[in-house]
């Protein structure tokens, strides 16, 4: 079992940046990799970004390329998501999610954290 917990978000004005983190305990945390995804009200969850267990294969939304930063730090058990240039469409309530090393599915999530950029 994983428990995921989300940090960081909060009201910035757009063009700002925000540093979401994601704490990770439970299974050994570098043998999975760990997805961001958002969810804006009335919007299904949509991908953001994700990375590999050992942080060396990234992927990004189409929407957030170039703004957006996903890293991690497996000696603190973390991942981050720098978000710069925020738009008000960034707007969501952002979630990490877990995904077993040689899978597609994710199997545990945040409770996530809002994130809200007015313009």
């Known amino acids: 079992q994983v428990t995921l917990q989300e940090s960081g978000g909060g009201l910035v004005q757009a063009g700002g940046s925000l540093r979401l983190s994601c704490a990770a305990s439970?299974?050994?945390?570098?043998?999975?990799?760990i997805g961001w995804f958002r969810q804006a009200p009335g919007k299904e969850r949509e991908f953001v970004a994700s990375?590999?267990?050992?942080?060396?294969?990234?992927a990004y939304a189409d929407s957030v390329k170039g703004r957006f930063t996903v890293s991690r730090d497996n000696a603190k058990n973390t991942v981050y998501l720098q978000m710069n240039s925020l738009k008000p469409e960034d707007t969501a309530v952002y979630y990490c999610?877990?995904?077993?090393?040689?899978?597609?599915?994710?199997?545990?999530w945040g409770q996530g954290t809002q994130v809200t950029v007015s313009s």
């Open positions: 999610g877990s995904r077993p090393r040689g899978t597609s599915e994710y199997d545990y």
């Open positions: 439970g299974r050994r945390f570098s043998s999975y990799a």
């Open positions: 990375i590999t267990w050992s942080g060396g294969v990234t």
